[in-house]
């Protein structure tokens, strides 16, 4: 539990992050795979030292952990354990033959992690192990990661590629009938729609009605309820204030005030007359993985009717992620004059040149579809009644094994592009 709460502090600092990046004329869609990054990272820190490992900790909050790597290797097995739904996580070493890599950190990243080194040429071949490193991603994303590593991104002077690659795919418990399935408008921002094939089913699902931030809460549980998608939708009306994805995230925390008596009141069941109070010092700066567990715990959800309205999406996300993590705070590590991997080789210099990450999710009437990799190169309701559930507009969603409470994807569907 303390490492599924240290890696979701750590995803939401990286989603925010990238939200911030890609803040522009409207809202954009993002996905990213918390378990990904995280166990790819870790693999990198297992080999860290002194500066270095000070500042992955930190902005990976490992300071909370007791045992890191025993934590990882024992999150893995349960998430990984039989099961109804398929989930694979695989981990690979890909380092320049005849490199003097530690055989302590390749005992351990074995160990731990299940990664093996295989050995490449990248001084001489640089494009064919390219190649070799997108066709494992591909292969353990069941074909979904095409090409993660671009043209450019290694050179003669790699040493060591550390990937991790998640594949996920699961059906509803409930699903949704084809037939239900209706082209509607999706509000991306006030002024501004874009048709989408909207899934439609009435179904007693656990919901949760947050009143402040006045949000609602969804979970969509999968044929196996260890794994659930939960949505979290903010009423519509805030899409009075809607100018970018930062501020889109930001309706989920920001505190709210009473506008006057004159104020138009949304009119859902349950909605109170607030408006959203957007200082540029709080944007995003109130979501917790705390509250976030808190909205979505069990026991803050309460089974109800539900008309559920869900767009039928895929989103597909790449980033490379160096330049996120040097602002969070993990400068030294892509510096090759101050990174300290000496867990990792004796020889000095080595440093982590990129670090990129790719998902793609599918959602539709059947279930989800979902693949990630990343490389790392050196309130309740009272009343039982039927609620109305449209998710129309953008929305937060999140796939979490439950057990763990740990975040397998987390992503926020603003609309087509």
Same mark, same amino acid.
């Not at 715990?297 to 989103?315: A, E, I, T």
């Given at each position: 539990?303390?490492?599924?709460?240290?890696?979701?502090?750590?995803?939401?600092?990286?989603?925010?992050?990238?939200?911030?990046?890609? %803040?522009?004329?409207?809202?954009?869609? +993002?996905?990213?795979?918390? !378990?990904?990054?995280? $166990?790819? *990272?870790?693999? /990198?820190?297992?080999?860290?030292?002194?500066?270095?490992?000070?500042?992955?900790?930190?902005?990976?909050?490992?300071?909370?952990?007791?045992?890191?790597?025993?934590?990882?290797?024992?999150?893995?097995?349960?998430?990984?354990?039989?099961?109804?739904?398929?989930?694979?996580?695989?981990?690979?070493?890909?380092?320049?033959?005849?490199?003097?890599?530690?055989?302590?950190?390749?005992?351990?990243?074995?160990?731990?992690?299940?990664?093996?080194?295989?050995?490449?040429?990248?001084?001489?071949?640089?494009?064919?192990?390219?190649?070799?490193?997108?066709?494992?991603?591909?292969?353990?994303? %069941?074909?979904?990661?095409?090409?993660? +590593?671009?043209?450019?991104? !290694?050179?003669?002077? $790699?040493? *060591?590629?550390? /990937?991790?690659?998640?594949?996920?795919?699961?059906?509803?418990?409930?699903?949704?009938?084809?037939?239900?399935?209706?082209?509607?408008?999706?509000?991306?921002?006030?002024?501004?729609?874009?048709?989408?094939?909207?899934?439609?089913?009435?179904?007693?699902?656990?919901?949760?009605?947050?009143?402040?931030?006045?949000?609602?809460?969804?979970?969509?549980?999968?044929?196996?309820?260890?794994?659930?998608?939960?949505?979290?939708?903010?009423?519509?009306?805030?899409?009075?204030?809607?100018?970018?994805?930062?501020?889109?995230?930001?309706?989920?925390?920001?505190?709210?005030?009473?506008?006057?008596?004159?104020?138009?009141?949304?009119?859902?069941?349950?909605?109170?007359?607030?408006?959203?109070?957007?200082?540029?010092?709080?944007?995003?700066?109130?979501?917790?993985?705390?509250?976030?567990?808190?909205?979505?715990?069990?026991?803050?959800?309460?089974?109800?009717?539900?008309?559920?309205?869900?767009?039928?999406?895929?989103?597909?996300?790449?980033?490379?992620?160096?330049?996120?993590?040097?602002?969070?705070?993990?400068?030294?590590?892509?510096?090759?004059?101050?990174?300290?991997?000496?867990?990792?080789?004796?020889?000095?210099?080595?440093?982590?040149?990129?670090?990129?990450?790719?998902?793609?999710?599918?959602?539709?009437?059947?279930?989800?579809?979902?693949?990630?990799?990343?490389?790392?190169?050196?309130?309740?309701?009272?009343?039982?009644?039927?609620?109305?559930?449209?998710?129309?507009?953008?929305?937060?969603?999140?796939?979490?094994?439950?057990?763990?409470?740990?975040?397998?994807?987390?992503?926020?569907?603003?609309?087509?592009?």
């Amino acid at each position: 539990m303390e490492l599924s709460h240290a890696n979701g502090e750590f995803a939401l600092d990286v989603f925010r992050a990238l939200c911030k990046e890609s %803040e522009g004329p409207r809202p954009s869609s +993002l996905i990213i795979s918390p !378990l990904s990054i995280s $166990t790819a *990272l870790a693999m /990198v820190y297992l080999g860290a030292r002194n500066k270095t490992q000070e500042e992955m900790g930190k902005v990976l909050k490992f300071g909370q952990v007791s045992d890191v790597h025993s934590h990882f290797n024992s999150l893995m097995e349960k998430i990984t354990a039989p099961s109804s739904y398929t989930l694979n996580l695989a981990n690979r070493l890909f380092g320049q033959q005849s490199f003097n890599f530690s055989q302590e950190f390749l005992g351990e990243v074995q160990k731990k992690y299940l990664a093996d080194l295989q050995a490449m040429d990248f001084v001489s071949a640089t494009e064919a192990a390219r190649g070799t490193i997108n066709t494992w991603v591909e292969d353990k994303t %069941e074909n979904k990661i095409k090409e993660l +590593l671009k043209a450019g991104v !290694l050179t003669p002077m $790699t040493r *060591l590629v550390l /990937v991790n690659a998640v594949y996920f795919k699961g059906n509803w418990m409930h699903r949704f009938k084809p037939e239900n399935t209706k082209e509607k408008p999706f509000k991306i921002t006030k002024t501004e729609t874009r048709p989408v094939q909207m899934m439609h089913q009435k179904q007693k699902l656990p919901h949760n009605w947050v009143r402040e931030p006045n949000l609602q809460v969804v979970e969509l549980p999968y044929t196996d309820p260890q794994l659930s998608m939960a949505i979290l939708l903010p009423p519509e009306d805030t899409l009075d204030t809607i100018t970018s994805l930062a501020e889109e995230l930001n309706i989920f925390f920001a505190r709210f005030e009473v506008q006057p008596p004159d104020t138009a009141i949304h009119n859902t069941p349950g909605y109170s007359s607030h408006s959203l109070v957007l200082e540029e010092q709080q944007v995003m700066s109130k979501l917790t993985i705390s509250k976030l567990l808190e909205w979505t715990d069990p026991s803050n959800l309460r089974r109800q009717n539900v008309h559920l309205h869900l767009p039928r999406f895929k989103l597909e996300s790449s980033a490379s992620l160096a330049g996120t993590l040097t602002v969070l705070g993990m400068g030294s590590l892509f510096d090759c004059s101050s990174a300290d991997l000496t867990g990792i080789s004796v020889d000095r210099g080595l440093s982590l040149s990129a670090l990129a990450h790719g998902v793609v999710c599918e959602v539709n009437e059947v279930g989800t579809e979902a693949a990630a990799a990343t490389v790392d190169i050196c309130m309740t309701v009272s009343i039982d009644r039927t609620l109305i559930f449209m998710a129309d507009h953008p929305f937060l969603f999140l796939i979490m094994h439950k057990p763990t409470r740990s975040i397998l994807f987390l992503g926020s569907y603003c609309g087509p592009e």
